[in-house]
């Protein structure tokens, strides 16, 4: 469900655009410094609040996600070692890792887990957007998000709701290249 806020308007259960701006919901740095395998289940339900334009911020339920776990997981992309495009996934969790694939769509991932042992959430999909390209497309991010750190930005977080939705697993998407094994471990989550 998305939401939308005018700067000078009043938001949901009453917030105002300050408290927006403050993200009284805001996830802590606390909970993205674990294991991916458990911060990606517990952000579906959770929303995503952007800053789409002047004084104009949405919020979009996530609905479907999967987890890269580190250096030996062949389909995470720290899996070819520290370099330019993966160093932030080896800081601590809390901040994005957002490429371009295809030349066309930007992924954008949530950095999880303890500084030098990368790992990330793709975020695949919000409520009534299924797939991480069109996502991306809606929350208009761009290269600019890269490096963004969630718990103290002004046009971009995650909040809370206090629900763990159930949800479903599978396989993540795209990733024949990293091996029958790791294509088939079950890191996708999904509502």
């Known amino acids: 469900m998305q939401k939308s806020f005018s700067k000078n308007g009043i938001g949901l259960k009453g917030e105002s655009h300050i408290d927006l701006i403050r993200g009284r919901d805001r996830l802590p740095r606390e909970f993205y410094l674990r294991d991916v395998l458990i911060v990606a289940p517990e952000i579906l339900g ?7 334009q002047k004084g104009l911020y949405s919020k979009f339920r996530i ?5 890269y776990r580190g250096s030996e997981d062949k389909a995470c992309h720290a899996s070819k070692g520290r370099t ?19 030349g066309i769509y930007w992924m954008l991932n949530v ?3 303890c500084e030098d042992d990368p790992q990330a959430v793709l975020i695949r999909g919000v409520d009534n957007i299924s797939g991480p390209g069109k996502t ?6 761009d290269s600019s998000f890269n490096k963004e750190d969630l718990v103290s930005s002004d046009r971009i977080w995650i909040e809370g ?7 479903r697993t599978g396989h993540r998407i795209g990733i024949d290249y990293a091996g029958e094994y790791w294509k088939s471990r079950p890191w996708r989550y999904y509502i």
Do not use: C, H, Q, S
């Open 46 to 52: 959770k929303y995503i609040v952007v800053r789409l």
């Open 63 to 67: 609905t479907d996600v999967e987890a």
């Open 84 to 102: 330019v495009r993966t160093d932030i996934m080896f800081r601590e969790g809390g901040y994005l890792y957002v490429y371009l694939i295809y």
């Open 111 to 113: 950095v999880t887990g």
């Open 136 to 141: 991306t497309k809606m929350l208009k991010i």
């Open 161 to 167: 709701t206090g629900v763990l939705p159930d949800f």
